[in-house]
């Protein structure tokens, strides 16, 4: 039980790839934060998993783009549990649509959810992390991040800032031996991704070396090694989960 003793909070942790990496994070020992915006059956059940496993967690429901909404929570999180050692800026939306066709809105939404709230929350739990000595930031990227694509120039804007980001944050907080680092995830199956069609689905397969669409257990994984004290010596990198159907760095 690696993490006994730490507090986790994870934003959207009540489905898909969040979920898996508050059930792994509460495995290896950490009192785990389910955060989630409106779906609390979703969460309950996360935390229901969690217990029936022996781990502990609970539930803290907020909007990751809401400042003072994050601050709120953060402040009674750390009144509750001392700190929060680890945060994993997870929260994601997708409002696709050409670029052409785009609202404001469908930018302005997925940039504060998807970005904005890193810069939020990370502000608001890092200074516990700080005084600490000790803390791991995780944000979650995405392979559109890195390879763009049409449809997504919000979401990609979004993922690509998260790099940028994390890069800067790990640079600011590296003296105080707080480590921060990115996942990118290539095509996972969750809610996010079970609408694409079915021949769109094979279209991506096609372009995966390892065949197949990767599962949120595969990047919990990434988490929980970025989460450990084994990782120490890793900070403001982005650590690929995708197949292979992306290389670079
Ligand atoms: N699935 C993929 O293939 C894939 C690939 C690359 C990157 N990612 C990234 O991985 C992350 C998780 O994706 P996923 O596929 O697991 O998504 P998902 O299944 O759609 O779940 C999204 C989660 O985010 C929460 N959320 C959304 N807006 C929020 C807000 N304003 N405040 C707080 N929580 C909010 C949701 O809470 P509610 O349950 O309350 O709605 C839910 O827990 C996202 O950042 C996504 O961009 C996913």
């Known amino acids: 039980m690696i993490?006994?003793?730490?507090?986790?909070?994870?934003?959207?942790?009540?489905r898909g790839i969040g979920r898996q990496v508050c059930l792994r994070l509460a495995a290896m020992g950490?009192?785990?934060?389910?955060?989630?915006?409106?779906?609390?059956?979703?969460?309950?059940?996360?935390?229901?998993?969690?217990?029936?496993?022996?781990?502990?967690?609970?539930?803290a429901p907020f909007d990751v783009?809401?400042?003072?909404?994050?601050?709120?929570?953060?402040?009674?999180?750390?009144?509750?549990?001392?700190s929060i050692d680890i945060l994993v800026n997870n929260a994601g939306i997708t409002r696709d649509g050409l670029m052409a066709r785009m609202k404001d809105e469908d930018w302005d939404q997925v940039l504060d959810t998807n970005l904005k709230s890193a810069f939020i929350c990370s502000k608001a739990a890092m200074k516990g992390m700080m005084k600490k000595r000790w803390g791991r930031i995780i944000n979650m990227t995405s392979v559109i991040g890195f390879l763009g694509n049409a449809g997504q120039v919000n979401y990609a804007a979004a993922k690509a800032g998260m790099v940028g980001l994390t890069k800067s944050m790990a640079r600011e907080l590296a003296s105080r031996n707080v480590t921060v680092n990115c996942i990118a995830p290539g095509y996972i199956i969750t809610d996010m991704t079970s609408e694409l069609p079915g021949d769109i689905q094979e279209a991506i397969k096609a372009q995966i070396p390892l065949g197949t669409l990767g599962k949120p257990e595969d990047v919990a994984a990434a988490a929980a090694f970025l989460a450990s004290p084994e990782s120490g010596y890793v900070t403001g990198q982005t650590l690929h989960v995708n197949g292979g159907m992306y290389m670079g760095n």
């Open 3 to 14: 993490l006994d003793g730490k507090t986790a909070l994870v934003t959207g942790g009540s």
């Open 30 to 59: 950490a009192m785990t934060g389910i955060n989630y915006v409106s779906n609390s059956s979703a969460a309950e059940q996360t935390l229901a998993e969690i217990e029936q496993s022996g781990g502990r967690g609970f539930l």
């Open 65 to 82: 783009s809401d400042s003072a909404a994050v601050q709120d929570a953060v402040k009674k999180i750390t009144a509750a549990y001392e």
